[in-house]
């Protein structure tokens, strides 16, 4: 049975023409299962009420077929994040939309890369253990508070996750120590460990870098080369 993740609606807008400011204004397509959140264009399109509550959004995505969010960078990054959360605690995949510019890794070697980093990442953390756990004891000690920080990144192929870090934000002589020896990014290796970074590959930028310098470490999906000729707008079709 398929249902639709908005009520029924009767007022369709020109979006040129109003509610420009409001967070939960976007043009939203999908296909597939693909979700696209995009930012406003001239088309006549449903406003959605539940877009500018958190909670609302997550129970929209978890009764949804929806099985992957595509967001175009654009949107800014207020809104870029509150789709990542809202995504995140509705467990959907969120990519950040991007030029397809350049040609797919070969996939051998793409996977070659991956173990070679789960190997490298787990011997890493084997041998830095100790050092972590001592830091955790100073800072329960020296620096109170909370102990691990995450901040949105933007990954392989687009994909946002959350780095984990230690939380240096007090100015304590130990935060500053960390700092300067780069120790605060040690728990970075669970997010290679998991899949989300890598310790051979090109770098990820932080989802602020993402947008200001509009570089990526790779290229869009394969489906969404395919999707820009036979998308679907939301108040057209029923999930």
């Known amino acids: 049975m398929t249902t639709s993740i908005i009520p029924t609606l009767e007022n369709l807008y020109d979006v040129t023409q109003s509610h420009q400011d409001n967070r939960g204004y976007c043009t939203l397509q999908w296909r597939r299962g693909k979700l696209l959140v995009k930012v406003p264009g001239r088309v006549k399109q449903p406003y959605l009420a539940s877009l500018d509550d958190k909670r609302s959004l997550v129970e ?105 870090s230690f939380c240096t934000h007090n100015t304590t002589p130990l935060a500053r120590w960390m700092v300067k020896y780069n120790l605060d990014n040690l728990p970075q290796l669970f997010n290679v460990l998991r899949g989300d970074m890598s310790l051979t590959g090109s770098r990820c930028w932080t989802l602020e870098d993402a947008i200001q310098l509009n570089k990526l470490p790779e290229i869009t999906a394969s489906w969404e080369v395919e999707a820009q000729s036979h998308l679907l707008h939301l108040d057209s079709q029923i999930l």
Request: hydrophobic share 50%.
């Open 60 to 164: 929209c995505l978890q009764h949804s077929p929806v099985s992957l969010i595509s967001i175009d960078p654009k949107l800014g990054e207020a809104l870029l994040k509150f789709w990542a959360d809202a995504c995140q605690a509705a467990q959907k995949p969120i990519f950040l939309s991007i030029p397809a510019g350049k040609k797919l890794p070969n996939q051998p070697l793409r996977q070659l890369q991956r173990v070679i980093d789960w190997i490298a990442a787990l011997m890493l953390l084997l041998l830095v253990s100790p050092v972590m756990l001592g830091l955790i004891g100073l800072m329960q000690i020296y620096s109170p508070g909370s102990l691990f920080c995450h901040k949105w990144c933007v990954g392989k192929r687009g994909k946002l996750f959350q780095t984990i």
